[in-house]
């Protein structure tokens, strides 16, 4: 793999320079705040996965930020590969905590994820506009499913699942559009999003957060 070779992806960057993506790489501070705030928040209640998913987020904004300023493939890696693990890390959370499943049924279903995303990712690229976003289709589609069986044993959880949802499918809506809109809007939407992005990854811990709190009490 050609580790350095650039990455031209984004209708903000028009050249190989450090900061040819200024906004798309200052809004990824929105991962690091999202972040700074969950892991203040879920401090103290003994809840290590909502640590090590506050953790992960803030690798997301590592990550990003070095795509958007170096664009090349070994920085490209570092973008996807805290936003998989936060992915693996929240359904084992939602399986483990929320379906209540022991340990080994938790982790078998949530490396189901894998070969779903591969299965549906290429149904999702089949829909006019989405491009590259396909990818990340699959992930608001499982959010949905798991709220709908939710609804029954855990309402106000499936309901902020069903948010998440809702936020993701707009963030993912304004990366599609960055490219066609490019000639109207030099900067493009990408940077819409990280900031929303950002949102949704926080309040789907805070989501955790509640729902471990109303399963003490």
Request: proline share 6%; aromatic share 12%; charged share 15%.
């Amino acid at each position: 793999m050609e580790w350095v070779r650039e990455i031209d992806g984004y209708c903000e960057r028009l050249g190989p320079q450090y900061w040819a993506e200024p906004v798309n790489a200052v809004t990824n501070a929105a991962f690091l705040i999202a972040a700074f705030i969950m892991w203040r928040r879920v401090r103290g209640q003994g809840l290590v996965l909502a640590h090590v998913l506050a953790g992960v987020l803030a690798m997301i904004g590592v990550g990003s930020y070095l795509f958007h300023t170096y664009a090349q493939v070994w920085a490209a890696m570092a973008d996807v590969i805290p936003i998989l693990l936060f992915i693996l890390v929240y359904f084992y959370a939602v399986n483990r905590d929320f379906l209540r499943l022991s340990r080994w049924p938790a982790l078998a279903l949530t490396a189901m994820f894998v070969p779903y995303a591969v299965g549906t990712a290429p149904l999702f690229g089949l829909v006019p506009g989405l491009g590259g976003s396909s990818i990340y289709a699959p992930v608001p589609l499982l959010i949905l499913i798991f709220a709908a069986g939710l609804r029954s044993r855990a309402p106000e959880t499936a309901r902020g699942m069903a948010i998440g949802a809702a936020i993701l499918i707009a963030s993912i809506t304004f990366r599609s559009l960055d490219d066609p809109i490019c000639s109207v809007l030099p900067m493009g939407t990408h940077f819409l999003w990280h900031i929303l992005n950002a949102i949704m990854l926080g309040w789907m811990i805070e989501v955790y957060r509640r729902h471990m709190i109303r399963r003490r009490g």
